[in-house]
C-alpha cells in the first residue's frame, strides 16, 4: 500500500498533476471487511464494475465530475430558522410530484449488480418517492419495468432515438402504452466513445453507431407522439437557449457521466455559465442537471443556481448489488443530507435557494 502511494505520487510529478484517490470514501470495507460475506451479494465481476465504472479517454472529464463541486466554497448563514426545512424538500418534475430534488438518472445494465436488475430500481424509486427514468439498454423490457411500478408511479423513458423513422416510431408507441409520462431523448451520444478501461474488460458501447441529432429531427418528432420531448445531454448555454427557443419543456445538463467525451464540460460548469449568460434561463425552462453528485452538497450547488432537479446514477447502481433496500437507503442518505446541508448552510426553504450562498470564484486544492 505504501509503495503503491509513493508510486502514485512520483508518477503525478511526472505529469504535473496531483495524484487522484479514484472515489469519495463510503467505508464500505470497514463495514463489510475486506471480503464480502458469502451470500450477501451476487457475484460481481471486474467487467460488471467497470461497466458502471468507466469514462471515456483518460477519464477526465469523469474525474472533473466529482471534483467540480468543491472548487466553489459555500458561504454559511447564521441566526436563521432552518427547523421546517424539510417541508420544502418534494418537488415538481414536469408537473409530476415527487418527495425530493432529485431522481434516478437512466443507467443500462442493471442485472450487471443484481439478478433483480431494474424492478430493483423502479421499486426503490417508488418506495422513495422519486422519479426513475430507465434506460434504453436496461437489462429488462420498458414494458416489464413499467409493470412492477407502484400505483400512479411516474416513469420517465430514456431514449437513442436511431436514423431509423419507423424504428422510432417504435419506441415512441411502446413508452405511451407503457404508460411512460415523457421521453428523454439523450442527444450527448451521437457517436461512439473511446472508453480505454472498458476496452480492458471487453466492455463496449451500447450505442455505436453515428446518429443524428438536430432541431429538425426534434419537430419530427413531436408530431410522432404526444408524450413531452426532454432534452438529456445539453453542454452549453447556447444550446440551453436554443432549447427554449424550440419551447422544448425541460433539459438535462450532462456529459453522460464523463463517458463519451474526454474535457465536455461537467452539469456544474454549464449550469455557470447559463447563470453567468442569463439566469432567467432557469425560469424559462425546467432544469435538471447529473454528472458526479455524491452527496447533498453537491447537489446544492446546482440548485442554487436554478437548477430544478438532480440526477444521480451510479450511486444507485451500485447500491443495486444489495438490491431494493441498497436503492432505497441511498434516496434515504441522499433526503438527510440535503436537509442537513440546507441546515447548516442557513437555507430555510430549499424552494428558496439562491447563487448568493456560493462563493463561484474556484479556489483551493481542487482549483
Same mark, same amino acid.
Given at each position: &500500500?505504501?509503495?503503491?502511494?509513493?508510486?502514485?505520487?512520483?508518477?503525478?510529478?511526472?505529469?504535473?498533476?496531483?495524484?487522484?484517490?479514484?472515489?469519495?470514501?463510503?467505508?464500505?470495507?470497514?463495514?463489510?471487511?475486506?471480503?464480502?460475506?458469502?451470500?450477501?451479494?451476487?457475484?460481481?465481476?471486474? #467487467? $460488471?464494475?467497470?461497466?458502471?465504472?468507466?469514462?471515456?479517454?483518460?477519464?477526465?472529464?469523469? !474525474? $472533473?465530475?466529482?471534483?467540480?463541486?468543491?472548487?466553489?466554497?459555500?458561504?454559511?448563514?447564521? #441566526?436563521?430558522?432552518?427547523?421546517?426545512?424539510?417541508?420544502?424538500?418534494?418537488?415538481?418534475?414536469?408537473?409530476?410530484?415527487?418527495?425530493?430534488?432529485?431522481?434516478?438518472?437512466?443507467?443500462?445494465?442493471?442485472?450487471y449488480a443484481h439478478p433483480?436488475?431494474?424492478?430493483?430500481?423502479?421499486?426503490?424509486?417508488?418506495?422513495?418517492?422519486?422519479?426513475?427514468?430507465?434506460?434504453?439498454?436496461?437489462?429488462?423490457? &420498458?414494458?416489464?419495468?413499467?409493470?412492477?411500478?407502484?400505483?400512479?408511479?411516474?416513469?420517465?423513458?430514456?431514449?437513442?432515438?436511431?436514423?431509423?423513422?419507423?424504428?422510432?416510431?417504435?419506441?415512441?408507441?411502446?413508452?405511451?402504452?407503457?404508460?411512460?409520462?415523457?421521453?428523454?431523448?439523450?442527444?450527448?451520444?451521437?457517436?461512439?466513445?473511446?472508453?480505454?478501461?472498458?476496452?480492458?474488460?471487453?466492455?463496449?458501447?451500447?450505442?455505436v453507431e453515428l446518429t443524428?441529432?438536430?432541431?429538425?429531427?426534434?419537430?419530427?418528432?413531436?408530431?410522432?407522439?404526444?408524450?413531452?420531448?426532454?432534452?438529456?445531454?445539453?453542454?452549453?448555454?447556447?444550446?440551453?437557449?436554443?432549447?427554449?427557443?424550440?419551447?422544448?419543456?425541460?433539459?438535462?445538463?450532462? $456529459?453522460?457521466?464523463?463517458?463519451?467525451?474526454?474535457?465536455?464540460?461537467s452539469a456544474l460548469e454549464?449550469?455557470?455559465? &447559463?447563470?453567468?449568460?442569463?439566469?432567467? &434561463?432557469?425560469?424559462?425552462?425546467?432544469?435538471?442537471?447529473?454528472?458526479?453528485? !455524491?452527496?447533498?452538497?453537491?447537489?446544492?450547488?446546482?440548485?442554487?443556481?436554478?437548477?430544478?432537479?438532480?440526477?444521480?446514477?451510479?450511486?444507485?447502481?451500485?447500491? $443495486?448489488?444489495?438490491?431494493?433496500?441498497?436503492?432505497?437507503?441511498?434516496?434515504?442518505?441522499?433526503?438527510?443530507?440535503?436537509?442537513?446541508?440546507?441546515?447548516?448552510?442557513?437555507?430555510?426553504?430549499?424552494?428558496?435557494?439562491?447563487?448568493?450562498?456560493?462563493?463561484?470564484?474556484?479556489?483551493?486544492?481542487?482549483?
Amino acid at each position: &500500500m505504501r509503495y503503491s502511494l509513493i508510486t502514485a505520487t512520483l508518477a503525478s510529478g511526472v505529469f504535473a498533476a496531483r495524484p487522484f484517490l479514484n472515489e469519495p470514501d463510503t467505508g464500505i470495507v470497514d463495514a463489510l471487511g475486506a471480503s464480502f460475506p458469502v451470500g450477501s451479494l451476487p457475484d460481481i465481476k471486474n #467487467m $460488471n464494475y467497470t461497466y458502471y465504472r468507466n469514462g471515456a479517454g483518460g477519464e477526465w472529464s469523469y !474525474r $472533473n465530475n466529482l471534483e467540480v463541486y468543491n472548487r466553489y466554497r459555500f458561504k454559511p448563514r447564521m #441566526m436563521v430558522d432552518i427547523t421546517k426545512v424539510q417541508d420544502s424538500l418534494p418537488t415538481s418534475i414536469l408537473g409530476h410530484n415527487f418527495s425530493a430534488p432529485f431522481y434516478i438518472s437512466p443507467c443500462a445494465r442493471a442485472d450487471y449488480a443484481h439478478p433483480e436488475a431494474e424492478i430493483n430500481l423502479v421499486k426503490g424509486a417508488a418506495a422513495a418517492g422519486i422519479l426513475y427514468i430507465p434506460s434504453l439498454y436496461s437489462h429488462l423490457p &420498458m414494458e416489464t419495468i413499467a409493470e412492477n411500478a407502484a400505483e400512479n408511479q411516474t416513469l420517465f423513458a430514456q431514449l437513442y432515438i436511431p436514423n431509423n423513422d419507423t424504428q422510432t416510431q417504435t419506441y415512441f408507441d411502446r413508452a405511451e402504452k407503457a404508460g411512460y409520462k415523457a421521453l428523454v431523448w439523450t442527444i450527448d451520444s451521437p457517436g461512439d466513445a473511446s472508453r480505454q478501461r472498458a476496452a480492458r474488460f471487453d466492455v463496449g458501447s451500447s450505442n455505436v453507431e453515428l446518429t443524428r441529432n438536430t432541431w429538425e429531427d426534434l419537430e419530427k418528432y413531436r408530431s410522432m407522439t404526444k408524450l413531452p420531448i426532454i432534452l438529456k445531454g445539453v453542454q452549453t448555454a447556447a444550446v440551453a437557449k436554443a432549447a427554449i427557443e424550440h419551447k422544448v419543456p425541460a433539459i438535462v445538463l450532462s $456529459n453522460h457521466g464523463g463517458r463519451n467525451l474526454d474535457g465536455s464540460p461537467s452539469a456544474l460548469e454549464v449550469a455557470i455559465e &447559463m447563470y453567468q449568460e442569463d439566469p432567467t &434561463m432557469f425560469q424559462k425552462i425546467e432544469v435538471y442537471a447529473d454528472g458526479g453528485v !455524491r452527496y447533498g452538497s453537491d447537489a446544492l450547488r446546482l440548485l442554487a443556481l436554478g437548477v430544478r432537479a438532480v440526477g444521480i446514477g451510479r450511486p444507485f447502481m451500485y447500491a $443495486n448489488a444489495f438490491g431494493q433496500p441498497g436503492v432505497e437507503k441511498v434516496a434515504q442518505i441522499l433526503k438527510g443530507e440535503l436537509i442537513g446541508d440546507s441546515a447548516n448552510l442557513g437555507v430555510p426553504d430549499l424552494k428558496k435557494i439562491d447563487a448568493e450562498v456560493v462563493n463561484w470564484t474556484p479556489n483551493g486544492w481542487y482549483s
